[in-house]
């Protein structure tokens, strides 16, 4: 099936390329870590046959878009799609220059996860493959089967494919991972469920490791800041010191500037080397924007950025 | 009675409530002297850093003061503030900030009495809390 | 040669953390690093993969005071920080990192000596344990030594089944076995055995590079843009390599004020050379573009550590490239490096 999708997205690729419709593509290589891919940017026809379409489509390739110039297609999963729409939102981008292929991801499989379940690190572990929506781990010895929501990255459970348009191309069909927002979400009420107190202990607990790799911004498509706030010294709103009050409010204030062009692909916490469940914070700040304002970022590409609309009347039960 | 006396870091706009802040002080109104106010010239130039700056030097509370919706000096100032400062609320009561040690209120620049009422409602709220030890190690 | 019991071991780390505060990998914080031991968790004794973070967070911390200073009578007066820190054991370590906190060294000695790492690095005894599991993407053998190599460590244990294979490879570390009940006298099936476990792992290296082949083409291609925008092209700067890295050792120094302007104190932290601002200067920043950045990362290990200190400035531990966020490969890039041509040889025999 795989195959199939994987022959029918280099054929269309070459076509685009030897019509000259497109200059560059960027999608998703072999990559050499097991279960991973890698980006990768093809100009040349004969390079068409490196790319594939498997479980382990990651990146969001859309973070790589904006260095490069001309006419770009991007492979890209729902979520990535969002995150280009977002970037055209913000005027990094123009929609004109840029295709975009779409591709069916069942969910990523969130490797950290399947280590955790099998106490097995990647490399100890033979295949990985979806069967129906239960994922088959096998190993040597044995095997075990998950379902989506213990294996797949929390940001995928609640995605929606539906009323995304912006697609040029679509490769197979693109249908919803689990259309259940409650599965993605139950990490996050258990959250709501603590106290203020229990909470704040949660996020210092997890900052502590934090060592400001700052994987998680640069990974980012949406943070595209020429200068981030943590590069200002004076004033100093955030210490380059990995202290982790400081960590913390790096975290915090980064998720409210990307606060309404956010996706909620799951990439920055996939990336975190340390392990920092962001998820936990990108999804209930989706929440938060779609809740307070009935915003979802790069769903129009003509929508103004959520940061610069407004209602006349809005949110007025929050101010005293 | 064993409250303590909150430090309040609150953001005033220039053309609104800062005036109205002048009015209360040029009127001889009592108000809880808690607050330390730093001048901006509009609230939207409030940003969730100086917020979360605030609250990791010990402010016991931060107050966002701007036009009233539809009055901005600069048009649409407060109309980014009010989202902006919507989602900043929201989103540090989900990490596990009190709600009341953020907030916001619209204070126009004749509105003295109300700035007043304001601060002293403010100040309450954060002496039924405890101090801020949220960025204590 | 010796031997203890696995068993047995809780007693040593027992009256080793008597004098030294005992490292241990443990995954507690929610990733693998080196922990003070607990007193009780013992499972690095039977799954020994090599951590994340790198050892080198216990002589060069993330974030480390230098020193502070009080504003006084005009001036400032230095408050030193603590020379003699804590004595610390580091228990487990691969042989690819202790071989990095080998070649690290040799910075922190060169024209100024740290004190700042040399204390920390003197009150230190490395018990290194050799890899029985290497990951599918290390590469140490490439680099001259291999998974159970002992030549850094103080002490080298090697599993053997129900026991450790103990060699005490410097007076440091027959120093703190003096007095270690339950050694006993190894067998030579006990030495054979270890033989095995080693060339095992030896053997279950798989990742290659050709050291020699790079030293010739690395300075013929330093100017090959083409092939560095291309290999750069997936990079997005971030630091998790570096930081990641058990021989990279960059550091950023700031000073913080206290709010009341009565002192502060000065700091440093781990810095790294993909990010963006790191050559950022008032009048320019030489490595503005990213391909200029990779092309350092890789110079940096593999052509101008050797030049300088005549040691490649990597030891194949495989984290940058399990770590990756993009998939970056350095083996990858260094087996892929173009031959140059021979004028550009040439012109570089004419040049040096």
Known sequence: MTEDLEQKLRDEVRTLLEKGKIEHVIGYGEGSLKFATTPIMISDQADVDRLVINPFIHNNLSVLLPEVSGKVAVVAKVCDARSIISLVQNKQVARENVFIIGVPCNGIVDVAKVEKLTGLDRDEIDAVTWKDDRLV??????????????????????????????????????????????????????????????????????????????????????????????????????????????????????????????????????????????GLLTGKMEDIVDELFDYRAGMDKDAAPLMAAYEPEEAEDLMR | MDTFEPKIVAFCCNWCSYAGADLAGTSR??????????????????????????????????????????????????????????????????MGVEPERVQVSWCSASEGSRFAEVVSAVTDDLKQLSPNRLFND | MKKIKKQNVAGLLEKWQK??????????????????????????????????????????????????????????????????????????????????????????????????????RQNTVLVGMACTSPYDNCFCTSLGFGPADATDVDIMLTDIGDSFLLEQVTDKGKGVLAGAKD???????????????????????????????????????????????????????????????????????????????????????????????????????????????????VYHKYAFYPELFGVIGCTGCGRCIRQCPVNWDITQTLNSLPEGTAAKAEEKQKTS
């Open chain 3, 19 to 120: 004098e030294f505060t005992v490292f241990v990998p443990s995954k507690a914080s929610g990733v693998l690093q080196m922990a003070a031991w607990d007193g009780e968790n013992l499972s690095f004794l039977e799954r020994n993969r090599n951590t994340a973070i790198p050892p080198k967070a216990n002589f060069l911390p993330t974030m480390q005071k230098m020193f502070g200073f009080r504003k006084e009578e005009g001036g400032y007066v230095l408050e030193p920080t603590d020379e003699d820190p804590p004595k610390q054991l580091l228990f487990g370590i691969h042989p690819c990192d202790a071989r990095a906190i080998s070649i690290i060294d040799m910075v922190f000695k060169d024209a100024y000596e740290d004190k700042y790492y040399l204390s920390r």
């Open chain 1, 137 to 278: 781990v096998t190993f040597a010895g044995g095997s075990k089967e998950f379902s989506a929501p213990e294996v797949a990255l929390d940001s995928c459970l609640d995605c929606d494919c539906s009323g995304f348009k912006e697609f040029d191309l679509v490769i197979g069909e693109i249908t919803p991972v689990a259309a259940n927002k409650e599965l993605s979400r139950v990490r996050i009420k258990e959250m709501e469920a603590m106290t203020p107190a229990q909470r704040w202990e949660f996020w210092k607990n997890e900052f502590s490791r934090c060592i400001r790799c700052y994987a998680c911004r640069q990974i980012c498509p949406v943070c595209f800041c020429e200068r981030c706030f943590v590069e200002e010294t004076e004033p100093l709103w955030v210490s380059p010191l990995p202290r982790w009050q400081d960590n913390l409010i790096f975290q915090a204030v980064r998720m409210m500037h990307v606060a309404g062009r956010c996706t909620d692909c799951g990439e920055c916490q996939r990336a975190c080397p340390v392990n920092i469940p962001l």
């Open chain 2, 29 to 94: 109104m009592q108000y809880p002297p808690n607050i330390r106010i730093i001048r901006v010239m509009c609230s939207g130039r409030v940003n969730p850093s100086f917020v979360l700056k605030a609250l990791s030097v010990g402010a016991d509370g931060v107050l966002v003061l701007g036009c009233h919706p539809g009055d901005c000096h600069y048009l649409t100032g407060n109309y980014r503030t009010r989202r902006r400062m919507a989602i900043t609320k929201k989103f540090l009561e989900y």
């Open chain 3, 183 to 297: 050694l006993v006298e190894a067998t030579q099936a006990d030495e054979k055995k270890a033989k095995e476990v080693k060339e095992s792992a030896k053997a279950a290296v798989s990742t290659k590079i050709d050291t020699k082949e790079i030293s010739k083409r690395l300075p013929l291609v330093f100017d090959d843009k083409k092939f560095w925008e291309e290999i750069a092209a997936k990079c997005v700067s971030c630091g998790i390599c570096t930081f990641l890295c058990p021989t990279c050792y960059c550091f950023d120094i700031s000073d913080e004020m206290l709010r009341d302007g009565s002192g502060g104190a000065r700091y440093r932290n781990w810095d790294c050379c993909s990010f963006a601002v790191y050559t950022k200067m008032p009048a320019e920043n030489p490595r503005e573009e990213k391909w200029r950045r990779v092309r350092q990362k």
